[in-house]
């Protein structure tokens, strides 16, 4: 029996000709060729990141970049704002990295409040911000206008968005919203294999960079603009996952972002749909739930390992049995990638056919 299909939120189905596209004949990352590749890159990520600036091409998974932001910006005491795994995680990294750090923590299933953030920063002395815009171990899209005004209010504090699970799902606009830094994955809503992460930067942002030590070599900001603007990466990259990148870009052309935005929209929908007819209940409240997936709790007496083990026997499709301290408690459903009205409905059947 083959692999089963992934609707796991992240590393999601790659489709056959993703893999036909990546597996083209090598080339060398110092010549033409790989300079045309990488360019060809750039008008695509420019439009889904909503920004005039370059975007760097990081082969390394996200967090590599999410560290790697933290040692080119912070120069002292980090704010977190954490309302998952994935958000939380993010504190302990800093604390790593020799950082100082607090938080504003929520709920896990809470999204962050903005006024929670304007009376922490208000306490004075923090210097960089790490947000998490849609929070993948619990389904929650953060309010992103609502905290990139709250934190550009305050000067000099810098700004890093993770935006793994939602890039391409929802419209972005990094350069209207101030964002110094924005980052996401390629194995998420990209549908791409894991292994490389994809990231932009301020004009501050690099400014502040070159005024911090000790931010280290392999995701130093100032290497890959100096690279990017020989359309370059500072080291060997993940070439074939940039043929993938190449081939994803020309697909989202294809179908139009605005329209790749509203597929996100509609399969969303419908696995929502599903669960409230089969009385499961959403962990995010109503107004701040993700597009790329859904997190349900699981109810009392429901059998969730078994749920989630004979639909993979059975149908080979894989769901998530929830993340870090909420596993077992909430399950998860990905609609990411190129998932379509037909591909989901076909998983719906399936969960059907296996509750009965
Ligand atoms: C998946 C995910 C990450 C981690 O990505 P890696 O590729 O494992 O480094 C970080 N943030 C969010 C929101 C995610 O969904």
Redesign the pocket.
């Known amino acids: 029996m083959s692999y089963p299909k992934l609707f796991n939120?992240?590393p999601v189905d790659v489709s056959k000709e993703t893999f036909a596209a990546m597996s083209q004949t090598m080339i060398g990352h110092r010549g033409s060729d790989f300079e045309k590749l990488y360019a060809s890159t750039q008008p695509g990520l420019r439009e889904i990141f909503g920004t005039a600036r370059p975007v760097f091409i990081s082969t390394?998974?996200?967090?590599?970049v999410?560290e790697g932001a933290l040692r080119n910006l912070a120069r002292k005491k980090v704010l977190c704002l954490c309302c998952g795994a994935?958000?939380d995680k993010w504190i302990d990294v800093a604390r790593k990295c020799g950082f100082e750090a607090e938080a504003v923590q929520v709920e896990w299933g809470d999204a962050i409040d903005p006024e929670a953030v304007r009376a922490k920063l208000a306490e004075g002395g923090f210097d960089t911000v790490t947000f998490?815009?849609?929070?993948?171990?619990t389904g929650v899209l953060n309010d992103l206008s609502g905290i990139c005004k709250v934190v550009k209010s305050f000067p000099d504090t810098m700004l890093i968005v993770?935006?793994?699970?939602s890039l391409s799902t929802v419209a972005m606009d990094m350069d209207a919203h101030g964002i110094d830094v924005m980052l996401a994955?390629v194995?998420?809503a990209l549908a791409l294999p894991?292994g490389m992460?994809l990231f932009a930067v301020s004009e501050a942002a690099l400014e502040r960079a070159k005024t911090v030590k000790n931010r280290g070599y392999y995701f130093d900001f100032i290497e890959f603009e100096k690279n990017a603007a020989a359309n370059n990466t500072p080291c060997t990259p993940a070439i074939s996952l940039i043929f993938g990148l190449q081939f994803m870009l020309g697909e989202i052309a294809k179908e139009g972002l605005a329209n790749r935005i509203a597929r996100h929209a509609k399969t969303n929908a419908m696995i929502r749909a599903w669960g409230a007819k089969r009385g499961f209940e959403l962990l995010a409240p109503e107004g701040r739930r993700s597009f790329a997936l859904t997190c349900f709790k699981t109810p009392a007496g429901f059998d969730l390992s078994s749920f989630i083990k004979d639909l993979k026997s059975k149908h080979n499709f894989l769901i998530n049995g929830g993340y870090g301290k909420i596993k077992g408690t909430t399950f998860r459903i990905s609609n990411m990638g190129n998932e379509t009205e037909a591909t989901m409905q076909e998983l719906i059947d399936a969960m059907d056919d296996i509750l009965g």
Request: aromatic residues 8%; charged residues 10%.
């Open positions: 939120p992240g390394s998974s996200a967090w590599g999410m994935f958000s998490i815009h849609s929070e993948t171990s993770d935006t793994v699970s994955g194995q998420k894991p992460a």
